[in-house]
Protein backbone atom coordinates (compact mmCIF):
# COMPACT_ATOMS: atom_id res chain seq x y z
CA UNK A 1 0.00 0.00 0.00
CA UNK A 2 1.50 3.23 -1.11
CA UNK A 3 0.49 6.62 0.80
CA UNK A 4 -0.15 9.62 -1.68
CA UNK A 5 2.16 13.14 -1.15
CA UNK A 6 -1.05 14.68 -0.18
CA UNK A 7 -0.25 17.99 0.58
CA UNK A 8 1.50 18.44 -2.31
CA UNK A 9 0.25 21.32 -4.87
CA UNK A 10 -0.93 23.09 -1.65
CA UNK A 11 1.21 23.16 1.11
CA UNK A 12 4.38 22.72 -1.27
CA UNK A 13 4.28 22.59 -5.17
CA UNK A 14 3.69 18.65 -6.72
CA UNK A 15 6.23 19.59 -9.93
CA UNK A 16 9.15 17.13 -8.84
CA UNK A 17 12.13 19.61 -10.75
CA UNK A 18 11.05 22.46 -9.36
CA UNK A 19 10.80 21.38 -5.60
CA UNK A 20 14.61 19.34 -6.51
CA UNK A 21 15.35 22.46 -6.99
CA UNK A 22 13.61 24.58 -4.10
CA UNK A 23 15.56 22.07 -1.58
CA UNK A 24 19.10 22.84 -3.30
CA UNK A 25 18.57 26.62 -2.73
CA UNK A 26 17.69 26.17 0.27
CA UNK A 27 20.74 23.58 1.13
CA UNK A 28 22.95 26.03 -0.03
CA UNK A 29 21.89 28.70 2.12
CA UNK A 30 22.49 26.22 5.41
CA UNK A 31 25.28 27.50 7.30
CA UNK A 32 28.28 24.82 8.53
CA UNK A 33 27.35 23.56 12.36
CA UNK A 34 29.92 24.41 14.75
CA UNK A 35 29.85 23.05 18.50
CA UNK A 36 31.63 25.75 20.34
CA UNK A 37 33.43 27.09 17.72
CA UNK A 38 34.66 22.93 16.79
CA UNK A 39 33.02 21.97 13.11
CA UNK A 40 30.73 19.34 13.42
CA UNK A 41 30.79 16.29 13.46
CA UNK A 42 33.39 16.23 16.39
CA UNK A 43 36.17 13.49 17.12
CA UNK A 44 33.90 10.72 18.97
CA UNK A 45 30.50 11.47 17.58
CA UNK A 46 28.76 9.37 15.71
CA UNK A 47 28.61 11.17 12.29
CA UNK A 48 26.27 9.45 10.13
CA UNK A 49 26.91 10.54 6.55
CA UNK A 50 24.65 7.81 5.08
CA UNK A 51 22.00 6.14 7.73
CA UNK A 52 20.21 3.05 6.54
CA UNK A 53 16.74 4.51 8.14
CA UNK A 54 15.44 7.20 9.47
CA UNK A 55 12.77 7.56 12.33
CA UNK A 56 10.06 10.56 11.79
CA UNK A 57 8.10 11.08 14.64
CA UNK A 58 5.30 13.55 14.36
CA UNK A 59 2.15 15.06 16.31
CA UNK A 60 -1.04 14.00 15.57
CA UNK A 61 -3.10 17.12 14.40
CA UNK A 62 -6.21 15.50 12.81
CA UNK A 63 -7.03 12.39 15.37
CA UNK A 64 -6.81 11.80 18.78
CA UNK A 65 -4.39 9.46 19.83
CA UNK A 66 -3.28 7.70 23.19
CA UNK A 67 -0.80 6.05 21.73
CA UNK A 68 1.98 6.47 18.67
CA UNK A 69 0.80 5.18 15.62
CA UNK A 70 2.29 3.39 12.93
CA UNK A 71 1.81 3.20 9.17
CA UNK A 72 0.19 0.16 7.48
CA UNK A 73 1.98 1.32 4.50
CA UNK A 74 4.93 -0.22 2.39
CA UNK A 75 6.11 3.07 0.73
CA UNK A 76 5.46 6.72 1.16
CA UNK A 77 5.52 8.87 -2.24
CA UNK A 78 6.96 12.15 -3.31
CA UNK A 79 7.24 14.68 -5.82
CA UNK A 80 10.90 13.68 -5.82
CA UNK A 81 10.20 9.97 -6.19
CA UNK A 82 9.37 6.94 -3.16
CA UNK A 83 10.76 6.09 0.08
CA UNK A 84 10.53 2.82 1.42
CA UNK A 85 9.35 2.04 4.42
CA UNK A 86 11.45 -0.32 6.67
CA UNK A 87 8.56 -2.95 7.21
CA UNK A 88 10.56 -5.21 9.29
CA UNK A 89 11.26 -2.70 11.92
CA UNK A 90 7.34 -1.74 12.09
CA UNK A 91 6.49 -4.88 12.77
CA UNK A 92 8.75 -5.11 16.08
CA UNK A 93 6.82 -2.12 17.25
CA UNK A 94 3.29 -3.79 16.55
CA UNK A 95 4.92 -6.72 18.66
CA UNK A 96 5.33 -4.59 21.84
CA UNK A 97 1.82 -4.06 21.62
CA UNK A 98 2.04 -0.13 22.46
CA UNK A 99 1.33 0.71 18.88
CA UNK A 100 -1.82 1.57 17.16
CA UNK A 101 -2.22 1.61 13.51
CA UNK A 102 -2.98 4.40 11.30
CA UNK A 103 -5.46 4.32 8.11
CA UNK A 104 -4.51 5.64 5.27
CA UNK A 105 -7.10 8.50 5.48
CA UNK A 106 -5.42 9.57 8.75
CA UNK A 107 -1.98 8.65 6.99
CA UNK A 108 -2.46 10.72 4.66
CA UNK A 109 -4.44 13.51 6.24
CA UNK A 110 -1.12 13.97 8.63
CA UNK A 111 1.25 17.03 7.70
CA UNK A 112 3.57 16.62 10.35
CA UNK A 113 5.87 13.63 8.75
CA UNK A 114 5.26 14.17 5.03
CA UNK A 115 6.86 17.81 5.27
CA UNK A 116 9.72 16.20 6.03
CA UNK A 117 10.06 13.80 3.64
CA UNK A 118 11.41 15.76 0.52
CA UNK A 119 14.31 16.64 2.53
CA UNK A 120 15.37 13.01 3.29
CA UNK A 121 14.75 12.06 -0.27
CA UNK A 122 16.74 14.84 -1.29
CA UNK A 123 19.68 14.66 1.34
CA UNK A 124 19.98 11.09 0.62
CA UNK A 125 19.07 10.90 -2.33
CA UNK A 126 22.50 9.06 -3.54
CA UNK A 127 21.76 6.39 -1.40
CA UNK A 128 18.56 6.33 -1.58
CA UNK A 129 17.60 2.66 -2.65
CA UNK A 130 19.11 1.61 0.66
CA UNK A 131 17.05 3.77 2.81
CA UNK A 132 14.22 3.24 4.24
CA UNK A 133 12.04 5.10 6.88
CA UNK A 134 9.78 4.27 10.02
CA UNK A 135 7.07 7.08 10.36
CA UNK A 136 5.58 7.49 13.84
CA UNK A 137 2.66 9.41 14.67
CA UNK A 138 2.45 10.59 18.25
CA UNK A 139 -0.16 10.94 19.82
CA UNK A 140 -1.69 13.17 23.35
CA UNK A 141 0.88 11.08 25.75
CA UNK A 142 1.01 11.04 29.99
CA UNK A 143 4.53 11.87 30.87
CA UNK A 144 5.37 8.24 31.58
CA UNK A 145 3.87 6.97 28.47
CA UNK A 146 6.74 9.42 27.15
CA UNK A 147 9.02 7.62 28.99
CA UNK A 148 7.79 4.06 27.97
CA UNK A 149 8.09 5.19 24.31
CA UNK A 150 11.01 6.61 24.80
CA UNK A 151 12.37 2.68 26.73
CA UNK A 152 11.55 1.64 23.61
CA UNK A 153 13.01 3.51 21.05
CA UNK A 154 16.12 3.86 22.53
CA UNK A 155 17.13 0.36 21.47
CA UNK A 156 17.07 2.02 17.68
CA UNK A 157 18.73 5.27 18.73
CA UNK A 158 21.89 2.76 20.21
CA UNK A 159 22.32 1.65 16.13
CA UNK A 160 24.79 4.46 14.68
CA UNK A 161 23.34 3.37 10.94
CA UNK A 162 19.60 5.05 12.37
CA UNK A 163 19.15 8.46 12.09
CA UNK A 164 16.24 10.39 14.41
CA UNK A 165 13.94 13.57 13.11
CA UNK A 166 11.62 15.34 15.23
CA UNK A 167 9.09 17.20 13.99
CA UNK A 168 8.04 19.90 15.80
CA UNK A 169 6.92 23.89 15.70
CA UNK A 170 7.04 26.09 18.18
CA UNK A 171 4.37 28.85 19.47
CA UNK A 172 1.27 29.38 17.54
CA UNK A 173 0.13 33.11 18.87
CA UNK A 174 -2.87 34.67 18.38
CA UNK A 175 -7.18 34.61 18.51
CA UNK A 176 -6.85 32.19 15.75
CA UNK A 177 -5.04 29.50 17.56
CA UNK A 178 -6.74 30.48 21.31
CA UNK A 179 -3.73 31.60 22.52
CA UNK A 180 -2.07 34.98 23.33
CA UNK A 181 -0.19 34.71 26.27
CA UNK A 182 2.03 37.80 26.75
CA UNK A 183 4.73 38.16 29.68
CA UNK A 184 7.36 40.75 30.00
CA UNK A 185 9.18 39.07 32.78
CA UNK A 186 9.28 35.37 34.28
CA UNK A 187 6.83 36.10 37.20
CA UNK A 188 4.39 38.17 35.37
CA UNK A 189 2.28 36.99 32.95
CA UNK A 190 -1.11 37.83 31.26
CA UNK A 191 -3.35 37.04 27.97
CA UNK A 192 -4.42 39.67 25.80
CA UNK A 193 -8.07 39.93 23.91
CA UNK A 194 -7.89 41.11 20.38
CA UNK A 195 -8.69 44.72 21.66
CA UNK A 196 -6.28 44.64 24.81
CA UNK A 197 -5.01 48.29 26.45
CA UNK A 198 -2.66 46.31 28.70
CA UNK A 199 0.30 48.44 28.36
CA UNK A 200 3.20 46.31 27.14
CA UNK A 201 6.88 47.06 28.35
CA UNK A 202 8.10 44.06 25.35
CA UNK A 203 6.54 43.90 21.87
CA UNK A 204 4.79 40.83 21.59
CA UNK A 205 7.00 39.11 19.26
CA UNK A 206 9.57 39.87 21.66
CA UNK A 207 7.51 38.09 24.88
CA UNK A 208 6.51 35.05 21.96
CA UNK A 209 10.69 34.70 21.59
CA UNK A 210 11.04 34.40 25.32
CA UNK A 211 8.49 32.05 25.86
CA UNK A 212 10.20 29.89 23.23
CA UNK A 213 14.12 30.57 24.23
CA UNK A 214 13.10 29.38 27.57
CA UNK A 215 11.41 25.97 26.28
CA UNK A 216 14.12 25.98 24.03
CA UNK A 217 16.72 25.83 26.84
CA UNK A 218 14.78 23.05 28.52
CA UNK A 219 14.91 20.84 25.95
CA UNK A 220 18.86 21.33 25.47
CA UNK A 221 19.48 20.77 29.32
CA UNK A 222 17.26 17.46 28.46
CA UNK A 223 15.29 17.87 31.27
CA UNK A 224 12.03 15.89 30.30
CA UNK A 225 10.43 16.76 33.71
CA UNK A 226 11.27 20.66 33.21
CA UNK A 227 10.05 20.49 30.38
CA UNK A 228 6.26 19.16 31.16
CA UNK A 229 6.42 21.85 33.77
CA UNK A 230 6.92 24.49 31.38
CA UNK A 231 4.31 23.37 29.54
CA UNK A 232 2.18 22.95 32.41
CA UNK A 233 2.54 26.78 33.52
CA UNK A 234 2.72 28.49 29.88
CA UNK A 235 0.41 26.03 27.69
CA UNK A 236 2.60 27.07 25.02
CA UNK A 237 1.23 25.40 21.88
CA UNK A 238 4.16 23.68 20.35
CA UNK A 239 2.63 20.81 18.27
CA UNK A 240 5.33 18.48 18.69
CA UNK A 241 5.23 18.74 22.40
CA UNK A 242 5.31 14.61 22.66
CA UNK A 243 7.42 14.10 19.79
CA UNK A 244 9.79 15.98 21.91
CA UNK A 245 9.20 14.40 25.39
CA UNK A 246 9.49 10.71 23.83
CA UNK A 247 12.74 12.06 22.52
CA UNK A 248 13.83 13.31 25.76
CA UNK A 249 13.21 10.28 27.14
CA UNK A 250 14.66 8.57 24.76
CA UNK A 251 17.85 10.20 25.04
CA UNK A 252 17.74 9.85 28.52
CA UNK A 253 16.58 5.43 28.39
CA UNK A 254 20.08 5.21 25.81
CA UNK A 255 22.10 7.17 27.89
CA UNK A 256 21.40 5.12 31.16
CA UNK A 257 22.19 2.25 29.15
CA UNK A 258 25.38 3.37 27.68
CA UNK A 259 26.53 5.13 30.85
CA UNK A 260 29.24 2.57 32.06
CA UNK A 261 30.70 2.35 27.85
CA UNK A 262 30.92 5.70 27.62
CA UNK A 263 32.55 5.87 30.84
CA UNK A 264 34.71 3.74 30.28
CA UNK A 265 35.60 4.79 26.77
CA UNK A 266 39.14 5.71 26.73
CA UNK A 267 41.28 8.93 26.25
CA UNK A 268 38.54 11.96 25.91
CA UNK A 269 39.32 13.99 22.55
CA UNK A 270 40.70 17.92 23.21
CA UNK A 271 37.49 19.66 22.56
CA UNK A 272 35.80 22.58 24.69
CA UNK A 273 32.96 20.63 25.92
CA UNK A 274 31.99 17.08 27.58
CA UNK A 275 32.26 14.53 24.59
CA UNK A 276 30.82 11.66 26.63
CA UNK A 277 27.35 12.95 27.07
CA UNK A 278 24.80 13.48 24.43
CA UNK A 279 24.09 17.51 23.55
CA UNK A 280 21.36 19.41 22.27
CA UNK A 281 21.99 22.81 20.29
CA UNK A 282 19.56 24.90 18.91
CA UNK A 283 20.94 26.66 15.64
CA UNK A 284 18.08 28.44 14.18
CA UNK A 285 15.00 30.46 15.75
CA UNK A 286 12.62 32.54 13.75
CA UNK A 287 8.91 33.48 13.30
CA UNK A 288 6.72 33.67 10.41
CA UNK A 289 5.74 37.52 11.06
CA UNK A 290 6.46 39.96 14.30
CA UNK A 291 3.47 40.46 16.59
CA UNK A 292 3.08 44.11 17.70
CA UNK A 293 -0.81 43.86 18.06
CA UNK A 294 -3.39 41.64 20.00
CA UNK A 295 -5.31 40.96 16.55
CA UNK A 296 -2.15 39.44 14.96
CA UNK A 297 -0.91 36.43 14.74
CA UNK A 298 2.47 33.85 13.93
CA UNK A 299 3.78 31.00 14.07
CA UNK A 300 7.22 29.91 15.52
CA UNK A 301 9.80 27.86 14.05
CA UNK A 302 13.48 26.43 15.54
CA UNK A 303 16.04 24.01 14.34
CA UNK A 304 18.52 21.69 16.86
CA UNK A 305 20.82 19.13 16.23
CA UNK A 306 21.38 16.48 18.51
CA UNK A 307 25.21 15.18 19.35
CA UNK A 308 25.65 11.74 20.54
CA UNK A 309 28.78 10.22 22.03
Known sequence: MSRKAYHAGSWYTDNGPRLNKELSQWLENVPTLTEDNVPIPVPGARAIIAPQRVFILGPSHHVYLTKCAISQCTEYETPLGELLLDTEVINELRQTGYFDEMSLIVDEEEHSIEMHLPYVYKILES?????????????????????????????????????????????????????????????????????????????????????????????????????????????????????????????DAWQNSQEKTITEGGEKPDLPFDTTKPRIRFVHYSQSSQVTRGDDSSVSYASAYVYLP
Request: with cysteine; proline share 4%; hydrophobic share 30%.
Open 127 to 251: KINSIKIVPIMVGSLSESKEHLYGKILSSYLSDPSNLFVISSDFCHWGQRFSYTYYSDSVNTSTYLSRKSNTPLSIPIYKSIENLDREGMTIIEEMNHEEFHTYLSKTKNTICGRHPIGVFLSTI
